[in-house]
């Protein structure tokens, strides 16, 4: 190989390389108020990764737990929030302990 062909190789090794670190997204971080008995956005899209912070508004204590026990912020006072990470794909199921009547998604992608 001459001296051209092989710094042209190191050169895309390197590229290939880095492309991933350059390509990567910062995590997003998602609210949900926790307001008049209801999870709002009921609904949510995020990507694997991502935070989603749970704030209850309500007078009454509450929870933003999974059903598949993958996330719980625990029981919330008024004011207060909870953050929890969403670490796989898929639609996870969420609601209130206190309150299981409250209901909400998380859709991961």
Do not use: E, W
């Not at 991933?20 to 995590?27: I, N, Q």
């Not at 990470?85 to 009547?101: E, Q, S």
Request: charged share 15%; aromatic share 4%; with cysteine.
């Amino acid at each position: 190989m001459t001296p051209v062909n092989r710094r042209s190789v190191l050169l895309g090794l390197t590229a290939a390389a880095t492309l991933p670190a350059l390509t990567a997204r910062a995590a997003t971080n998602h609210n949900v108020a926790i307001q008049s008995m209801k999870f709002a956005p009921a609904d949510l899209r995020v990507a694997v990764g991502d935070t989603v912070t749970f704030t209850n508004m309500d007078s009454a204590p509450h929870t933003g737990s999974a059903k598949d026990g993958s996330f719980d912020t625990g029981r919330l006072s008024k004011g207060q929030s909870g953050t929890v990470k969403i670490g796989a794909a898929g639609d996870h199921a969420y609601f209130c302990k206190v309150h299981p009547n409250m209901k909400g998604v998380i859709r991961a992608g």
